[in-house]
Nanobody, 121 residues
Framework: VQLQASGGGLVQAGGSLRLSCAAS????????VGWFRQAPGKEREWVAA????????DYANSVKGRFTVSRDNAKNTGYLQMNSLNPEDTAVYYC???????????????WGQGTLVTVSS
């Protein structure tokens, strides 16, 4: 499975961005899709996860109510809609695919290259 993350950019505080995670090589519907981020000088942290069917979603407390994860299995693509962004959300965002619904990065088998989100104050 190859994952391609896109949609990052520069946005002002309070703004929105939608990240995409396009999968190739195998259907994304076969996997759990997770989103992680890594801010400068910090460890990678889990942001959200979506089950195979998309029926189950889970969010880190820091983004709950502001971020929404979704997936379009027909397009083999996952999405992370990010609203009410603040400077603390600045990070490189990664999508990942794995067999198990998890908040742990090592549970994911495949990773995208990351896309940079910068939120200005």
């Amino acid at each position: 499975v190859q994952l391609q993350a896109s949609g990052g950019g520069l946005v002002q505080a309070g703004g929105s961005l939608r990240l995409s995670c396009a999968a190739s090589g195998r259907a994304v519907s076969d996997y759990v899709v997770g989103w992680f981020r890594q801010a400068p000088g910090k460890e990678r942290e889990w942001v959200a996860a979506s089950s195979w069917s998309g029926g189950n979603t889970d969010y880190a407390n820091s983004v709950k109510g502001r971020f929404t994860v979704s997936r379009d299995n027909a397009k083999n693509t996952g999405y992370l809609q990010m609203n009410s962004l603040n400077p603390e959300d600045t990070a490189v965002y990664y999508c990942a695919a794995g067999r198990y619904y998890s908040r742990l990065s090592h549970e994911y088998d495949y990773w995208g290259q990351g896309t940079l989100v910068t939120v200005s104050s």
